[in-house]
């Protein structure tokens, strides 16, 4: 069973900085992609960035030239650096595994709370 913990969440103000981390027991470096997910009250959860192992990175539009995900594969620790942050990125932020056998595996969330 592979487990992941979320930590980093916050209240920030609008412009702010987060740093969310995803510690996993499985090997990153094994993973097929690595992930965070947000879900904001009265949504439907959604990706926000993406990191393949071949270091691919994809990220949602709303957060393109803002958020950063990267990896440290010796922690096994992924992780979402936030900047320039807006009252639009409120949300409980999930980290994902999709293992090289296709498993799917999710934290419990981090909430992260942008406001003034």
């Known amino acids: 069973q592979v487990q992941l913990v979320e930590s980093g969440g916050g209240w920030v103000q609008p412009g702010g900085s987060l740093k969310l981390s995803c510690v996993s027991s499985f090997k990153i470096f094994e993973a097929r992609t690595m992930g965070w997910y947000r879900q904001a009250p009265g949504k439907q959860r959604e990706l926000v960035a993406q990191q393949t192992r071949s270091d691919t990175a994809t990220y949602s539009d709303s957060v393109k030239g803002r958020f950063t995900i990267s990896r440290d594969n010796a922690k096994n620790t992924v992780y979402l650096i936030m900047n320039s942050l807006k009252p639009e990125d409120t949300a409980v932020y999930h980290c994902?595994?999709?293992?090289?056998?296709?498993?799917?595996?999710w934290g419990q969330g981090t909430q992260v709370t942008v406001s003034s």
């Open positions: 994902q595994i999709v293992t090289a056998y296709g498993g799917v595996y």
